[in-house]
């Protein structure tokens, strides 16, 4: 017995047995409080200092000595103090952990040359047995298998699982490294192709990797390893776009083993294609922009698509959709009035009022036969852009008014069959009556005639008689004729505005048209307002030029003109498919639902006062984007809750592009339809891009002080250090404070100083 | 005093006019036709009778607006007051303080989209006429006071470019108004521009215009056609797709 810890045990401890402790330290066992052992301790110094001043008559050598002794002295009182205690201890090093974390997701089924990743996964572990026995001896291996999240296993199962949906290499090693219960981690072996299906970088690799501060060993599979595959790999657009604003959704493709020079890459809306544009590789990855600007607001579905090759190990990254949802930022509004006007000018400036109306006007001021008693340079006057307006610019306006405008004298034709094509592609357009409207501005047989509300064509001219309107039937539900006050009887609002003069007579409503106001006072109450839903756009008919009587003339009654403001807001915010106006909406819980799960959404019904409507009845299809040649994928019935709403499901629905159409009624009243997009996701994010990330995995083994090896080659040497951690079993105290040794010392310092002091004649 | 002389063709159409009668010549004025009320007031109202007449005629015939050519007398408390967004209030002399009713219904006249042009026939500053206008403005708009208004506003380009004041006399440089919502609810001249417009019903025109002779009368009208058109299309020369045009011609 050599060693100081056998020493003390046989001095100190002679009734344990040998080798009951393998360690000791000194420890303090005093139960005095910190502050009063910092107390004691400052007053002893204090002491000493005070007594080197009374010494100082003696020769330097003697006050040395004096006041070592002190020192010493009060070192040994303060010693006691404290209560000294020598702690033998039992202890036992904890064992290191080396998790060893294998890939289960999907994309380890890919093929490699030879069978798959994660059959090449389960051949390296196997051959790497004998290193794996080693480092047993000196820490413990975990298995470990992860996709989105980490599963600690007893054993690796065989044969591997390849079978979570996504991939987070990220969220799986901080999960590996929480599990340190009472053990270090000394190193993780990773095995895995890096496909990280959360878009982990090499950059946000190497920041993990440092975070964890555990030396990461990754085996990934080198980039030559892949099945032929043409992929797109990403597919960056932002969720929302404003209309009329230019889109950019940007694609990066990515191909290997099929040594493609360039393909064409198309992107589609609706199954409609909006543009193709060729791709040329780069290093086996492409990157090609769409821009185009979106006419229609609301959610839209957009494809992108690549060709399929012939020996492609996966078709389904081929194409990818995304949901966009196009936002108005102002409602542009194009007024053409055929001359000035008090109807016009009432029009004009509650659309200028309009903070969201961005509003370009033109007014005929000077006709083709008014007099020139100026030159062209004292006139204010332009040239009426016809072409720009009616070509370039038409797509870019939400609605087109024409006010008591006849367009013959601008030889403007050609350009009706472009505001025909406008509105079936998705425009609004609103022609409000005067002596050159509807029949008098001879607009029968001409291409807008095909998308008017009103039937036009041998009706009798413009009538100045005055008349008051009568609300039809659609007219009490329909949101632009409500313009009373709240609570108001819908009737009896126009009964007691000033009536109206002035009035374009039609053969009466257009087919699919809704008449919401007419003419009680001419044969066939012919319509004074009504609505057209045709092809993607609205169109609105106001048969008179008076409605700005609604304003002025009901201020000279008493009123405040607020039944004009409404009845335009309301005709705007239908024109432009304002979703608040809306009494039945339908939500999808989700744009893009995974393969496999329900496609759920909520139907929310309102009355006429926009308040939820409980007891309606809602009925849903789900029907394919392009029509479908096999019907709809689903039905659905639902009856509203108490605030309006209704739930719909969907379950079992194939991959591909859908829209929910809903439609409410209640005790036999149509309430309105509504409409949403979703995608049930064809792919699989997993598979998405096949290619192996190994540049992921060494940024990972880089970053953290491990080593990277491809699945060909050996595991490396793996650098663990030994344990740190202490397990300690049991101690025992042996005080050393009360002993004869102590106390001795103690009197001899004491009587060394007496002697000396003596010796010095100070006693 | 010169006076330009007619041509044939608008000697015919003129006595076609006063032998059919203006609004049959015309048609049957629709319900957002340009119809200008004549303000009655008492005192010396209607000083110039036939100016108005005249100036609609012009209206017509130089632009699109299609005009009702007979100004109508309303009072401020008669019950068609609204149906003349557009009113003319002129006169000459003293007139009476109008009553507290009129004074309500030309605010609320004024406030919710009508215009006032007041024309001082004295075209005299500081004249029991102007004086007057003054006292009931004050009364009518008690917190929006007269201004001058700016050469450089899309009054004086609404239809035509203009760059001078006018009138029968050339007393006061400028023209004053009242805005409400950025927009010139009242508009005031002191240079009697009925003076220059009234014409009487052989053709001949009523008043010499001084000093700028014929020109003057022009402008007098293209003023007034201005002023019409203002009313009806409010700051429309303002949109930026005719700025290039107009700064192009101004300079």
Redesign the interface.
């Known amino acids: 017995m050599t060693g100081p810890v056998e020493f003390l045990v046989r001095y100190l401890a002679p009734d344990a047995g040998a080798g009951a402790y393998n360690d000791w330290r000194l420890v303090a066992t005093t139960s005095l409080p910190t502050w009063a052992q910092l107390t004691l301790g400052t007053a002893l110094v204090v002491a000493i200092v005070a007594s080197a001043l009374g010494l100082t008559r003696l020769a330097l050598p003697k006050r040395i000595l004096l006041l070592a002794l002190r020192a010493l002295a009060a070192f040994w009182v303060l010693a006691l103090l404290l209560q000294p205690a020598i702690e033998l201890r039992a202890v036992s090093r904890v064992r290191t952990r080396i998790a060893v974390a294998v890939d289960a997701s999907r994309s380890m089924s890919l093929a490699t040359q030879d069978g798959t990743r994660a059959e090449a996964v389960a051949e390296h572990l196997a051959a790497s047995q004998p290193a794996f026995a080693a480092l047993a001896e000196r820490a413990t291996i975990q298995p470990f298998t992860f996709g989105e999240r980490s599963h600690l296993l007893e054993r690796f199962p065989d044969p591997l699982p390849a079978d979570e949906g996504h991939t987070d290499l990220s969220r799986a090693l901080t999960e590996i490294a929480g599990q340190s219960v009472g053990q270090e981690l000394g190193a993780i072996i990773l095995y895995s192709d890096g496909v990280d299906t959360e878009g982990l970088t090499p950059d946000a690799a190497r920041k993990k990797a440092a975070k964890l501060g555990v030396p990461i060993y990754a085996v990934g599979f080198p980039e030559g390893s892949a099945a032929p595959d043409l992929a797109i790999r990403r597919v960056l657009a932002d969720d929302f776009a404003f209309l009329h604003n230019t889109v950019n959704i940007e694609v990066e493709l990515e191909e290997r083993g099929l040594g493609l020079d360039d393909v064409v890459a198309t992107l589609k809306q609706d199954g409609q294609v909006l543009q193709s544009k060729p791709v040329t590789f780069a290093g086996g990855t492409a990157r090609v922009s769409f821009e185009f600007k979106p006419r229609t607001i609301g959610k839209q579905v957009f494809q992108i698509s690549v060709p399929v090759q012939s020996n492609e190990v996966v078709e389904s990254n081929n194409q990818r959709s995304l949901v966009l949802k196009v936002i108005r930022d102002r409602i542009r509004v194009l007024q053409v009035a055929?001359?000035?006007?008090?109807?016009?000018?009432?029009l004009?400036?509650l659309l200028?009022r309009n903070p969201n109306v961005d509003l370009?006007?033109?007014?005929?001021?000077?006709?083709t036969t008014?007099?020139q008693?100026?030159s062209q340079?004292?006139?204010?006057?332009?040239p009426f852009?016809v072409n720009d307006l009616f070509t370039t610019e038409l797509p870019s306006f939400d609605v087109v008014i024409y006010q008591?405008f006849n367009y013959r004298p601008y030889k403007m034709a050609h350009y009706l069959r472009n505001v025909r094509d406008y509105v079936q592609k998705g425009g609004s357009f609103l022609m409000i009556g005067?002596?050159f409207g509807f029949e008098d501005g001879a607009y029968a047989d001409t291409p807008i005639a095909e998308v008017l509300p009103l039937m036009l064509g041998g009706s009798s001219p413009?009538d100045?008689a005055e008349f008051r309107p009568r609300l039809t039937k659609e007219g009490r539900r329909h949101p632009i004729t409500r313009i009373g006050e709240p609570g108001e009887p819908p009737d009896a609002v126009f009964r007691r505005l000033p009536p109206?003069?002035?009035f374009n007579a039609s053969l009466g409503a257009a087919p699919g048209a809704q008449v919401l106001l007419e003419h009680p006072g001419l044969p066939g109450n012919p319509p004074l307002v009504a609505v057209r839903e045709i092809g993607g756009g609205r169109t609105m008919a106001v048969t008179?030029?008076?409605l700005?009587?609604w304003?002025?003339?009901a201020?000279?009654?008493g009123g405040?003109?607020r039944e004009f403001d409404r009845f335009w807001g309301n005709s705007l915010r239908w024109l432009i498919r304002d979703p608040e106006l809306a009494r039945v909406r339908v939500k999808a819980d989700r744009s893009a639902v995974p393969l496999g799960e329900p496609v759920i959404a909520e139907v929310q019904v309102l009355g006429p006062d926009f308040r939820g409507l409980p007891g309606a009845k809602v009925n849903a299809v789900l029907v394919p984007v392009d029509g479908g040649k096999d019907g709809p994928a689903g039905t659905a019935q639902a009856v509203t809750g108490p605030e309006g709403g209704a739930m719909i499901n969907f379950p079992d629905v194939p991959p591909g592009t859908y829209v929910i159409r809903a439609s409410a009624d209640l005790e036999g009243e149509n309430l309105g339809k509504a409409e949403e997009p979703v995608i049930v996701e064809a792919s699989d994010v997993e598979l998405e891009a096949t290619f192996p990330r190994p540049e992921v995995l060494k940024a990972l083994a880089e970053a953290s002080g491990g080593a990277y090896v491809d699945i060909d080659d050996n595991l490396p040497e793996l650098d663990i250090k030994d344990a740190r951690r202490l397990e300690v079993d049991r101690t025992r105290r042996i005080p050393v404070w009360d002993t004869f040794f102590a106390l001795t010392v103690l009197l001899g310092l004491a009587a060394s100083e007496w002697w000396i002091r003596r010796r010095a004649g100070l006693l | 005093m010169k006076v330009r002389q007619r041509n044939r063709r608008e000697l015919l159409r003129e006595g076609a006019a006063l032998l059919l009668g203006a609004p049959a010549l015309m048609g049957?004025?629709?319900?957002?036709?340009?119809r200008v009320g004549q303000l009655d007031t008492g005192g010396g109202w209607n000083t110039r009778p036939t100016a108005l007449r005249r100036l609609l005629w012009e209206v017509g015939?130089?632009?699109?607006?299609?005009v009702d050519l007979e100004p109508r007398p309303v009072q401020a408390t008669g019950p068609d007051?609204?149906?003349y967004?557009f009113l003319y209030w002129s006169g000459a002399g003293a007139f009476p303080s109008l009553s507290e009713e009129a004074v309500r219904?030309l605010r609320?006249?004024l406030t919710?989209?009508?215009t006032l042009l007041i024309d001082n026939a004295d075209a005299e500053p500081g004249g029991t006429f102007d004086t007057g206008v003054r006292r009931e403005l004050a009364r009518i708009l008690p917190r929006q006071p007269l201004a001058n208004i700016a050469n450089d506003h899309v009054i004086f380009?609404?239809?035509?470019?203009v760059d001078h004041q006018a009138g029968r006399i050339l007393r006061v440089p400028y023209l004053e108004g009242i805005t409400i919502e950025k927009?010139y609810a009242v508009v005031y001249s002191q240079n009697d521009l009925g003076g220059a417009w009234a014409r009487d019903a052989f053709g001949r025109w009523e008043h010499e215009v001084t000093p700028g002779g014929e020109r003057q009368r022009?402008m007098a009208f293209?003023l007034g056609i201005n002023l019409m058109?203002y009313?009806?299309?409010?700051?429309?020369?303002d949109?930026l797709?005719?700025l290039p045009?107009?700064l192009k011609?101004r300079q």
Request: hydrophobic share 35%.
């Open positions: 055929g001359r000035p006007s008090w109807d016009e000018r009432f004009r400036e200028k370009i006007s033109f007014f005929i001021l000077r006709s008014d007099e008693k100026a340079e004292e006139l204010a006057l332009i852009p008591n005067g002596d413009f100045t109206l003069a002035g008179t030029d008076s700005w009587f304003r002025f003339l201020v000279g009654e405040a003109g | 049957a004025a629709g319900p957002s036709d340009l015939q130089r632009t699109s607006i299609e007051l609204f149906r967004p219904r609320r006249h919710y989209g009508g380009k609404t239809f035509y470019l927009r022009e293209r058109m009313a009806l299309c409010l700051d429309y020369k949109d797709v005719h045009f107009i011609r």
